[in-house]
């Protein structure tokens, strides 16, 4: 008998398999028992608190990392690719190079080859190699790769003039989208996405979602963003208490649907508790009194089946956010004449000028990050500007938090405590273990945890170190770029409260309209790299007077 595969049965075979999962770091269980399935068409958003072990997770899907315990089962020939969480990791190679490495086999016959051809002594043997190279590459439609990949660049309406740029030259929303290319290089059967939203702006996830919608790939996506997992997915993957569990529906769904599972278990605890107290003190009133004694057996027995259901700990938490000021800023704060700097050909920072004043909350919206950034690394004396000078009062102290926190913690074998003790002031106090632990605590790093090689930190938790060595500084006048980026709900909300709070000056740029609409009272925009400058907050602006600043800076 001829065996045919069905419809049903292909199916079956592309889906991903997760058997009994378990994974545990250094004795910590992240979760146990995980057993998933997940099929073609859909898409599966996963959610959880930062360091929850989402981007773990998908390393293991990935094959990335062994699990402790069980397999996760997915057919051979599926292809599968992966855009990690760190968007910075290709920044010395080419973009050509970056999207085709979306293909590893492909792009390592690639150097071998051209490595081989550029040997001064070919011999025989070198040639054998390169003809069996020459082959597998064509196989591969590897004379194909460039115009594919130039097809897709431009698809995700970037410029196929950059293929030959270095990624380092990219701002970050061109970064993700070449990084996505490289995810969807070679039509892959499985995607995986960690935190593609990141460094997007408004524009580029809705043209993501777009694409999801229409993709025909198994996709699995992290994210904290809840516009973008209520448009594309069809399931949600829960990463908590221990476990990972899967819901149908988008991410509203799984909110009001978790949310009422807690007030059941609470609501039955409640009830199965107060019915304990009723026969604890029946027992306790009649098993002296021999004609109740009977009855009083019957209900301890009744008693000993009671069991209140432990309410799992979740790991949903909010970090203390909150930045002191060791000294009042005087009424000079910052004077910036007439900066100007062009970055790779394009005049990014235009004559610029601003005074800063008293208590101004400043938050830099719009499309040219690459500008916001450029002007925070002048103002933090990272770079120099091509013309123009800036000048800080001479009370105020500063402390920055930059877009790429990778310099920190790569190739860095400090654990935590002494990652921080790096920035902790000259003095008894703040050199004691107790006094950076009891910051890192409030950052909810506790217990072992503070032992941890800050290297294997998860984004969010890195992103919480940088946090915290901010607030360890004192100082009067914040630089934040992005620092949402990353950070869970619980911990957007932290952070957004802090610079509420905080009483000095802020300047910080950001995408999520709520962090800058409650924090800032005076917006900037690099246009051309001409700065708008408006003192208004964010809703005035994007409804009025941002036109008008617009139409006097081009009048
Ligand atoms: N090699 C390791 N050894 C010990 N702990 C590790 C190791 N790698 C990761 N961890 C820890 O495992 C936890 C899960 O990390 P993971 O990166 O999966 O979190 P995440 O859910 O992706 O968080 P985020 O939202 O911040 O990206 C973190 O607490 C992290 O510090
Ligand atoms: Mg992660």
Redesign the pocket.
Known sequence: MKYEITKEETKETRMITVNDVSLN??G?T?FKHVDLKFTPGNCYGII??????????L?ILSGDLEPTTGEVVISKDQRMSVLK?DHFQYDQYTVLDTVIMGNQRLYDIMKEKDALYAKEDFTDEDGVKASELEAEFADMDGWEAESDVSRLIQGLGLSEDILYSEMSTLTAKEKVKVLLAQALFGKPDIILL??PTNHLDIQAIQWLEDFILECESLIIV?S?DRHFLNTVCTNIVD?DYGGIKMYVGNYEFWYESSQMMQRLIRDQNKKKEEKIKELQEFVSRFSANKSKSKQATARRKLLDKLTVEEMPASSRRYPFVGFKMDREPGKEILAVEGLTKTVDGRKVLDNVSFRVNKGDKIAFVGEDEIATTTLFKILMEELEPDEGTFKWGTTITTSYFPLDNSAFFNDCDLNLVDWLGQYTADNAEEGTESFKRSFLGRMLFSGD?VY??VK??????K?RCMLSRMMLFGSNVLVLDQPTN?L?LESITAVNNGLIDFKGVVLFASHDHEFVETIADRIMEFVDGKLIDKMCTYDDYISGQRDEMLARLKG
Request: net charge negative; proline share 3%.
């Open positions: 770091f250094s910590q992240l959880g608190a930062n360091g929850a072990g989402k981007t773990t997770f390393r969480q960690d935190e992290v904290h990463v945890d941890k090689p294997v930190l998860s984004g969010g938790e992103v990353h869970d």
